[in-house]
């Protein structure tokens, strides 16, 4: 077909006015589809933020939902990942999911950390975490080994948060360091307390760690306010352990809150719990306590050696002045009965926060019917 001179010259310039067009729209629907990737990938890492957020306040529940999407919206980040693993822990109850989450976690943050200023403490933390999970025990080392190096040993170590030695100090119980870990927990609590903001609950975890080391060295005052103000902080804390709470609150004899600490107990120490619920009972009736023995010896200073056998004396006693007189449950006690029971209970109490153990003992002694109820 033969065109005319006008009409090819029109199809021409429609071409050209066509190729004209697209040069000007291409750039401009590449540039559409960019900032929608690029909006996509921000509106992901703010919803990260969000949940990462959640999670160092421990509101693993409402932090789960976040991290899944922003994680299903394809941002690939090991701290993420990290951190939505151990919401489908504690949340979900499920510890598969978790692991197969944190066998993805790892290679991530193994390469993060790599990258020019990406070994930060809060991710070879959790890269020890992972592999001490994996039993990768000899990795665990490397990693906890570099971050104390770098940040406890730094140029700045007095920059560091309440998170930051919380975390220093797990790091040193993952080394086998316990002297290290104890002076990393003690300045993390020390640092949270005289700042503002932070997270509860990571300041209420350093605090039931420090707890528990002084429960352990025998200041049972100290330990007792710890625990106390680790659960106000932050009440879903099941590292204060109901039994060990109940111990240091026995100990400084605010009874009823030892009684009702024990009571919460059902773990492996239950039984160990029906015991101190007895004996903090029996201690009650016969309250206020002595502090010292009846030759005058404080119960703390009596040596270990010793105190087994005044136990005896006291309960040897205590089940004669129990046999002389008779009295029913709910009677006032006899004079003389409170008076043997006031002894036998301060002294099997101080057994009991030290050894941290009384069924077998009163059982092995015969004295079990004159604790329990």
Known sequence: MILSQPMSGALLRRDSALSSISCRVLPVLVLVLLCAGCSKERMAQRRAEQGMDLYNQGKYAEALPILQKASEAGLRDGILLYQLGYCREVADQKPEVRR????????????????PGGATLERLYYLTVISSEQEAYDRMAQYARQATEQFEKGPNPNALSGEDWFRLGRLHDFLQEPSEAEAAYRRSVSVFSKSTGGSASYHSLALAKVGDFDLNAGHYGLAAEEFDEAMQIFPA???????????????????????????EDQG???VESQYGADLARKMKEVAPLEAKDADGMPFGNIPEDALPVRVRQAAKAYRAAREKNSFRPGDPLPAEVALHQKRFVGLLGEYFVRTKSLQEFCLKEGIADLVRR
């Open 100 to 115: 197969e989450i944190w066998n993805q976690a790892a290679p991530l943050l193994a390469r993060e950390v790599s990258q």
């Open 268 to 270: 492996e120490t239950n």
């Open 237 to 263: 804390n099941r590292q204060v352990r109901p039994y060990r709470r109940a111990l240091a609150l026995l100990a400084v004899h605010r009874l009823d809150d030892a009684i009702a600490r024990f009571g």
